[in-house]
């Protein structure tokens, strides 16, 4: 069985460091456009950070209106 190249291929690990430079940054200009729900651009925070469409997209259609039923939180 011969696994897609995607899947095969160990995700790039990014440091807290890294995930702290650019979220938390003086006066609000991360460097990056805000989120907007035409566009949905977004931060992928990888080995090279960069700005995409938001990557599950086609998973979000999928769900979008579908109501989830509660779930017991509780257990006797």
């Known amino acids: 069985m011969k696994l897609a190249s995607s899947c095969a291929r160990a995700a790039p690990r990014v ?8 979220w938390r940054v003086p006066g609000g200009d991360r460097g990056w456009p805000a989120f907007d729900s035409d566009h949905r651009l977004v931060r992928l925070l990888d080995a090279a950070p960069t700005v995409a469409a938001y990557p599950e997209g086609a998973s979000r259609r999928i769900w979008e209106g579908h ?10």
């Open 15 to 22: 440091s807290q460091g890294v995930v702290d430079e650019q």
């Open 67 to 76: 109501t989830f039923a509660e779930l017991p939180l509780t257990t006797t």
